[in-house]
T-cell receptor, first 114, second 110 residues
Framework: DTGVSQDPRHKITKRGQNVTFRCDPI?????LYWYRQTLGQGPEFLTYFQNEAQLEKSRLLSDRFSAERPKGSFSTLEIQRTEQGDSAMYLC????????????FGSGTQLSVL | GENVEQHPSTLSVQEGDSAVIKCTYS??????FPWYKQELGKRPQLIIDIRSNVGEKKDQRIAVTLNKTAKHFSLHITETQPEDSAVYFCAATGANNLFFGTGTRLTVIP
């Protein structure tokens, strides 16, 4: 599968624990985005990278959230001290050279915080 | 930032009929408007997009129209089929990202 892949597909954790998600974009795509989607809502922008540089972060991204893309390939999204309100689908998407157009999404990581 | 509103939130049509979903946006600088289809438990998939220098675009049974003056755009699906049943999201560009509408759940009744 040459699409965007995310791991794990599902994550159940207890409140207060840390979790980390991984995203592998399409290989020739240099832009990588993280979105969050809750039931009945559209995806909400969290942050994006151009190669290894994190260029923009949403106000939704509290200081408990951190994202990295160390070599400009895969990315990780870490949530520290999880809260029940963090329960959501976390979607990764990638696109070609310097453009937000034609985003390709991964299947997401469904996070449940108990 | 950009604000995208989408309606209706649910839409049921008989197989073979047409479906229309409408979106409005707030930022006149937005210049790219994609539509995504999301089936239950699956990833959002791009089905059609339009840039601001074009008023209409068609791809088989799917078409999108854009009215820049009024800041609204619409998705039209003709000859609907049961496999068209899904949630559809419109989106508009912010500076470097997409802002999505809240989605329309389309049900095509056989």
């Amino acid at each position: 599968d040459t699409g965007v892949s995310q791991d794990p597909r599902h994550k159940i954790t207890k409140r207060g624990q840390n979790v980390t998600f991984r995203c592998d974009p399409i290989s020739e795509h240099n832009r990588l985005y993280w979105y969050r989607q809750t039931l009945g809502q559209g995806p909400e922008f969290l942050t994006y990278f151009q190669n290894e540089a994190q260029l923009e972060k949403s106000r939704l991204l509290s200081d408990r959230f951190s994202a990295e893309r160390p070599k400009g390939s895969f990315s990780t999204l870490e949530i520290q001290r999880t809260e029940q309100g963090d329960s959501a689908m976390y979607l990764c998407a990638s696109s070609v050279q310097g453009s937000v157009e034609k985003l390709f999404f991964g299947s997401g990581t469904q996070l449940s915080v108990l | 930032g950009e604000n995208v509103e989408q309606h209706p939130s649910t839409l049921s049509v008989q197989e073979g009929d047409s479906a229309v979903i409408k979106c409005t946006y707030s930022d006149s600088a937005s210049n790219y408007f994609p539509w995504y289809k999301q089936e239950l438990g699956k990833r959002p998939q791009l089905i059609i997009d339009i840039r601001s220098n074009v008023g209409e675009k068609k791809d088989q049974r799917i078409a999108v129209t854009l009215n820049k003056t009024a800041k609204h755009f619409s998705l039209h699906i003709t000859e609907t089929q049961p496999e068209d049943s899904a949630v559809y999201f419109c989106a508009a560009t912010g500076a470097n990202n997409l802002f999505f509408g809240t989605g329309t759940r389309l049900t095509v009744i056989p």
